[in-house]
């Protein structure tokens, strides 16, 4: 099966531009996660959805921020204008529909790493 | 503010020796707790996770211990090796209280030496 796919894997822009991101989940996966690594924040949640729909946006940093999830199957993260302080590695994960008593594994994509100049 | 922290940035342990990697949480809702392992260029892939209902979970080399009343976990790695050289993020998760989501630590990095 193929796991969580995220494009681009680099990007290198410069102060202004606008960057998008994009995900494919796991096929039949329910909730899709949208995370950006910092040294400073680690691993930070920044919004998540249900069947498509975002659920949870409270870890958006700015307006300049902005996901949607058109269908099951594609997902993007926008920057506009991006900034250099943006510069991070932001992850995609999916995971399958939550079952009471169950932990559920949250699978990740392989990370866009995004340079900012 | 930080709910899931990692205080120890790195660690370094000689191979076949014992790792302990820690974790606190300030949120008591929390139910579920997992570690995550990340090597460089990678995505993070799950290693070992635990319910709230148990103290203590095994799994080959890797043992997960709870203790709830000081919001407290922990990752012991028996014997350590080598290629157990990455970071390992621990989160947490609070179904219970309908927050489906996972919140992450800083990280801790490993390195173990040969």
């Known amino acids: 099966d193929a796991g969580v796919i995220q494009s681009p894997r680099h990007e290198v822009t410069e102060m202004g531009q606008e960057v998008t991101l994009r995900c494919k989940p796991i096929s039949g996966h329910d909730y899709l996660f949208w995370y950006r690594q910092t040294m400073m924040r680690g691993l930070e949640l920044l919004i998540y959805?249900?069947?498509?729909?975002?659920?949870?946006d409270s870890g958006m940093p700015e307006d300049r921020f902005s996901a949607k999830m058109p269908n099951a199957s594609f997902s993007t993260l926008k920057i506009q204008p991006s900034e250099p302080r943006d510069s991070a590695v932001y992850f995609c994960?999916?995971?399958?529909?939550?079952?009471?008593?169950?932990?559920?594994?949250?699978?990740f994509g392989e990370g866009s790493r995004l340079t900012v100049l | 503010d930080q709910q899931v922290k990692q205080n120890s940035p790195s660690l370094s342990v000689q191979e076949g020796r014992i790792s302990i990697l820690n974790c606190d949480y300030t949120?008591?809702?929390?139910?579920?707790f997992l570690w995550y392992k990340k090597y460089p260029a990678e995505g993070p892939t799950f290693l070992i996770s635990i319910s709230s209902i148990k103290d203590k979970n095994e799994d080959g080399r890797f043992t997960v211990f709870l203790n709830k009343s000081a919001k407290h976990l922990s990752l012991h790695i028996v014997p350590s090796q080598p290629g157990d050289s990455a970071v390992y993020f621990c989160a947490a998760s609070g179904t219970t209280s309908g927050t489906y989501k996972y919140i992450f630590g800083t990280g801790t990095r490993l390195k173990v030496l040969a």
């Open positions: 959805f249900n069947n498509n729909v975002p659920i949870d």
């Open positions: 949120n008591s809702m929390f139910d579920y």
């Open positions: 994960a999916s995971r399958d529909r939550w079952i009471a008593g169950e932990t559920g594994e949250l699978f």
